[in-house]
């Protein structure tokens, strides 16, 4: 049983939003995406992205406005089940950061914030055949949609498209064979 | 209903202005015909109503995705569109239709049709297609030859400008060929290894409708593979940046967009079609159109509903319909959903430029007695693409610093492949009208029943089996076929419902895609199609375009339509 479960199965509740010891509510099923809600979150999402992909000679996730691309597609694109998962997934894992470091996630240090993305990484792989039941069951995990929208929006960012990697518009020309150059960065679309 | 006879006169009406409407429009115009072309759907200029073509992904606020919203709109549409090219698919929410079994209806409903967002695959049929019918007994016998058609081929290929290789297959004929799409490394890895490892099957650069040399102020083609956008340099062949330019510069063009066209009139008297009545789709006023020939090319299913709509006392049942086979023998591509490798190797090579071509595997199965098979007869085709891994495609492990790394470094080169496979004509397969049921405009729903039977259902098993089996003999690792259940419509290949046959009790059309009881009305869309072929349909339907407005042409300045 997990600890979301548990609680809920404690207090009665599963089904309905309570106040965590945040102060913020779980959420679990409610028939709308509560904007506001993400809104709140909008800071800690830019630190989870930037932690992800972080800057280095070219910008990172946060400068290139990653958190606002996974805002836009949690509030218009994603399904229930993976609205309901992401924002139980910020949840758990503040939660998770003021048990482990008795701090918010955004006050951490890079190092914290590491182990603590490191540590959701490692308890939500699942692969082949249990990753698709999984993801049938319940969803994305939090942690697979966050890196996943992390890297997309990043490498379809105007930062992460022509600083990061190599984008061509419009080449002009089709050298099926070339010779890879040293460093050559991969191309930002196919 | 306004009647204004004199204004409303052509010599010619086409109904629908995708790949074989706007041949027709060329062809008949170009004939010296005053030639009104109706659509149902909104005007789409050339290069300025390709709204998207030049946007960044990141000018895309959802990227490729449709938002929640977008797929209720477009539950169908939606496995086949994204954000950039949207705008080029209905929305099923507006345009509904009804599904026996699932089948998708994939349509594009504006000038251009779906000229703008095809696949751009164009091969010839061959005569061992022209006979399949007659030797293995389904369907009817096609009233054409190879030799009938070849000429025409010859003829739209030089206009459309076709990218290709001659290769010397009597089933898969040459063409007038602009220089191939280059294959890619890895590309030319599996058509060596395959090679090496079959005598009966080779791989060769796929015959896309992109320039690889300009064409008549077209083109060339610069590899930005967004065709489906609609394309700015005129780099693939569509209606919008060609056969309707043509057709305006004659002076003979009238083009009404926003026109549904609900039924052919018929004249029990003349014992002909006279015209057809359309709703204008904004202001839902009836007006009617008059001319001396008939075209019909609005696209396999829609063609046919309009015949069926079309009733008078002579064809209670649907306008030319004595032979009870209109709507019937529906037929589209078997498609497997996909097989798969990487390969660890040749990481010293890449590539400059997106390609919009593929590799094709012509059909290896069935030709002759060695390559018999006794789970299916007849046979597929494969397409079938080499890349190497970005972002997009590539696993990736941990976060932070590493990551940023491997997403910035090429990955694995990959294969994928894909079978096309022919479907047997079967009369059970149909689509009908739903009376009780109607659209924004009061017309009956078309109702479409249609299922794959074993023959197709074995074809695809088999080519998923043979993909594998080549990608594993050509070295490639993590092998593997994305298996899921058949989708019937998926590879909008839609053909039949109104077929070309030698005898009016069991087709619709004859050999000039005249309908046998109608001699004014031309029926020259995917409807017009006796069999299948494994190859992807559109470049048949336009050189039968061509031959039948010729036909049409000849007859009307001897004065015998």
């Known amino acids: 049983m997990n600890r979301r479960k548990a609680i809920g199965g404690i207090f009665g509740l599963v089904g309905v939003g309570f106040v965590s010891v945040l102060g913020a509510k779980y959420y679990i099923g409610n028939s709308s995406h509560d904007i506001e809600k993400l809104e709140g979150y909008l800071d800690l999402i830019a630190e989870l992205v930037d932690v992800i992909i972080p800057p280095t000679a070219s910008p990172g996730a946060k400068e290139s406005s990653v958190h606002h691309y996974i805002f836009d597609f949690m509030e218009d694109c994603a399904s229930r089940k993976e609205y309901t998962n992401f924002i139980n997934g910020l949840n758990d894992l503040q939660e998770t950061s003021v048990d482990s470091f008795n701090s918010v996630f955004e006050e951490c240090s890079t190092t914290q914030k590491i182990q603590l993305l490191e540590n959701l ?55 099926a064979i070339t010779k890879l150059k040293v460093n050559q960065k991969a191309w930002a679309t196919k | 209903m306004k009647n204004n006879t004199q204004n409303n006169t052509f010599d010619a009406i086409v109904v629908g202005s995708g790949i074989s409407g706007g041949w027709a429009a060329k062809e008949l115009t170009e004939g010296g015909l005053k030639t009104l072309v109706l659509e149902r759907g ?19 606020k959802h990227r490729s995705h449709l938002t929640n919203k977008e797929l209720e709109e477009r539950p169908i549409q939606s496995s086949h569109c994204d954000a950039g090219n949207k705008h080029f698919f209905v ?115 796929g015959r896309v409708a992109n320039l690889t040399a300009p064409k008549k102020g077209r083109g060339p083609c610069q590899y930005r593979n967004l065709c489906s956008r609609g394309c700015p340099f005129a780099g693939y062949f569509s209606s919008n940046s060609s056969t309707l330019l043509d057709a305006h510069e004659t002076g003979n063009l009238t083009m009404r967009a926003n026109s549904v066209v609900k039924e052919v009139i018929y004249d029990d008297l003349q014992k002909k079609a006279i015209g057809v009545v359309i709703i204008d789709a904004v202001t839902k006023e009836e007006i009617s159109y008059y001319a ?24 209670p049942d649907g306008l030319g319909n004595t032979s009870g086979q ?40 069935n030709l002759n007695s060695e390559t018999k098979h006794i789970d299916f007869i007849r046979g597929y085709g494969i397409q079938g693409k ?56 009061g017309l009956p729903l078309v109702e479409v029943d249609f299922e794959y039977g074993p023959n197709e259902l074995a074809m695809m098993e088999h080519m998923t089996k043979s993909s594998e089996e080549m990608l594993k003999k050509a070295g490639f690792k993590n092998v593997g076929s994305y298996r899921t259940s058949p989708d019937p419509g998926a590879a909008v290949h839609e053909m039949g419902t109104a077929r070309m046959g030698k005898d009016p009790k069991t087709s619709v059309l004859n050999n000039h895609n005249q309908m046998h009881d109608v001699k004014n009305v031309f029926i020259t869309d995917g409807s017009c199609m006796t069999s299948s072929g494994s190859q992807n349909p559109s470049l048949t339907y336009m050189a039968l375009t061509a031959r039948a407005c010729s036909y049409a042409i000849n007859q009307i300045n001897s004065n015998q339509l």
């Open chain 1, 121 to 175: 990484e490692e308890s939500s792989t699942y692969s082949g055949i249990l990753l698709k039941i999984n993801n049938k069951l319940r969803g994305r995990s939090f942690f697979n949609m966050l890196k996943a929208l992390t890297i997309e929006g990043y490498c379809t960012s105007s930062n992460g498209a022509t600083k990061h990697l190599a984008y061509l518009p419009v080449p002009g020309r089709y050298d």
């Open chain 2, 42 to 60: 909104r005007d789409v200029q050339h290069f300025k109503d390709y709204t998207t073509a030049f946007k960044n992904p990141w000018e895309f």
């Open chain 2, 91 to 205: 929305k099923d929410s507006e345009h509904p239709y009804v599904q026996v079994k699932p089948y998708k209806w994939i349509r594009g409903y504006q000038v251009g049709g779906r000229s703008l967002t095809w696949g751009r695959q164009s091969y010839r049929f061959s005569q061992m297609d022209f006979e399949a019918n007659k030797n293995d007994g389904h369907g009817v016998d096609w009233p054409i030859r190879y030799e009938d058609l070849a000429k025409w081929y010859d003829y739209v290929e030089d206009y459309v400008g076709i990218s290709g290789s001659s290769e010397s297959l009597s089933h898969l004929p040459d063409g007038v060929f602009l220089p191939p799409i280059p294959m890619n490394v890895i590309e030319l890895h599996l058509k060596e290894k395959v090679s090496k490892e079959y005598s009966d099957r080779v791989i060769i650069n």
């Open chain 2, 292 to 315: 001396k020939v008939i075209f019909l090319n609005a696209s396999t299913i829609a063609t046919t509903a309009i015949l069926l709509n079309s009733t008078s006392p002579s064809f």
């Open chain 2, 326 to 365: 209109l709507g019937h023998n529906l037929m589209d591509h078997a498609v497997n959903e996909g097989t798969y490798g990487t390969y660890d190797g040749l990481k010293d090579k890449y590539y400059t430029g997106k390609s919009p071509g593929t590799i094709y595997i012509p059909r290896f199965q």
């Open chain 2, 386 to 441: 080499g890349e190497r891994e970005n972002w997009q495609s590539k696993a990736t492990t941990g976060i932070g610093v590493s990551l940023k790394e491997q997403l910035a470094t090429p990955g694995e080169w990959r294969i994928s492949l894909g079978g096309r496979g022919e479907t047997l004509p079967n009369y059970e397969n149909k689509i009908s009208l739903d009376h009780q049921k109607r659209d924004n405009w």
